[in-house]
């Protein structure tokens, strides 16, 4: 999987003919500007929860979840200059692409999940990724890309790292912004201070990834968090909790009141299920996901 040094000129010559037939697939078209006709909220899996990262049978095991779509994650990083994809290759993308069209599924977004183990704020290269990243997205008409900032730019731990996050963001916003994308950021931050660094980048290309677990494992408000952000600077969601139950067993979660609050804010978009397994069989994917794929859908689509 690993790229090529050609990757960036090669997805240059062929993003607009790629991005045209993405185009014409109903599969992947409809639904990367937020809901898709029939609903205002649609549900999605993380390829890499399903233990399908970058793997074309995740469509399959995702539509065997119930869900309406996929989040499909770029490939892990470690030493490597940029991203370790197959998706740099026009072939795979188009069997992706001809897979979600076949299951009437979605690609909701494309995650840059290596950035939980390396230092958005500190790793060198970073453009580079993000720009590979962007390519990907131009040729499978992708709207909205996943960042984290993991452990090594936990901005609540190393509020330090502030300025070089802005700096970096502020950096690939004009990329961003050029190629008609948004990416998503998760931060540890509260929606206060986190609306003030999306403010103060101050780019409608970089938004916030909205994790409701953020919330409640720091014993904030998920509602009150998704008021101050607003509707505006919510690009995706990533509707679960860390492990240990199901949504609908979980203490902490009131999906019925988030729904209010969401249809209050007139937001609309993707509810991405990542976690929220079950502690008695946390890897028996199929039995976790559809559990919670049908829980989200009969509060969200019910």
């Given at each position: 999987m690993t790229m090529k040094t050609t990757r960036r000129g090669f997805i240059s010559q062929t993003s607009m003919l790629a991005a045209g037939l993405a185009l014409s697939q109903s599969g992947c078209a409809t639904v990367l500007a937020g809901a898709a006709k029939g609903g205002r909220y649609k549900v999605a899996v993380v390829d890499l929860m399903i233990l399908k990262r970058q793997k074309l049978g995740a469509f399959q095991l995702a539509?065997?979840?119930?869900?309406?779509?996929?989040e499909v994650d770029m490939g892990g990083l470690g030493n490597r200059p940029t991203f370790d994809s197959q998706l740099a290759n026009a072939e795979t993308r188009q069997q992706?692409?001809?897979k979600a069209k076949e299951l009437n599924l979605g690609v909701c977004s494309l995650g840059m999940t290596g950035f939980f183990a390396q230092s958005f704020a500190t790793r060198d290269g970073v453009d580079r990724m993000v720009q590979?990243?962007?390519?990907?997205?131009?040729?499978?008409?992708?709207k909205v890309a996943f960042l984290p900032f993991g452990v090594n730019a936990d901005l609540t731990k190393n509020p330090e790292l502030r300025p070089a996050v802005i700096e970096r963001l502020k950096m690939v916003a004009p990329k961003a912004e050029?190629?008609?994308?948004?990416?998503?950021?998760?931060?540890?931050l509260n929606a206060t201070d986190e609306a003030k660094l999306l403010d103060e980048v101050g780019s409608k290309a970089i938004k916030s990834y909205f994790n409701f677990s953020n919330a409640w494992t720091n014993g904030r408000d998920v509602n009150e968090e998704l008021m101050i952000l607003g509707k505006?600077?919510?690009?995706?969601?990533?509707?679960?909790?860390?492990?240990?139950?199901?949504?609908?067993?979980?203490?902490?979660?009131?999906?019925k009141?988030?729904?209010?609050?969401?249809?209050?804010?007139?937001?609309?978009?993707?509810?991405?299920?990542?976690?929220?397994?079950?502690a008695k069989d946390p890897r028996n994917v199929k039995w976790?996901?559809?559990a919670n794929t049908e829980y989200v859908k009969s509060i969200f689509q019910g």
């Open positions: 539509k065997d979840i119930g869900a309406d779509g996929v992706f692409l001809d590979d990243c962007i390519d990907t997205m131009k040729a499978m008409n992708v050029e190629a008609g994308v948004v990416i998503g950021i998760e931060s540890s505006n600077r919510i690009c995706q969601i990533h509707c679960t909790n860390t492990d240990g139950f199901w949504l609908q067993n979980d203490p902490k979660v009131d999906l009141k988030v729904k209010k609050t969401l249809d209050k804010m007139k937001w609309e978009g993707w509810l991405v299920i990542e976690r929220s397994r079950d976790n996901f559809t």
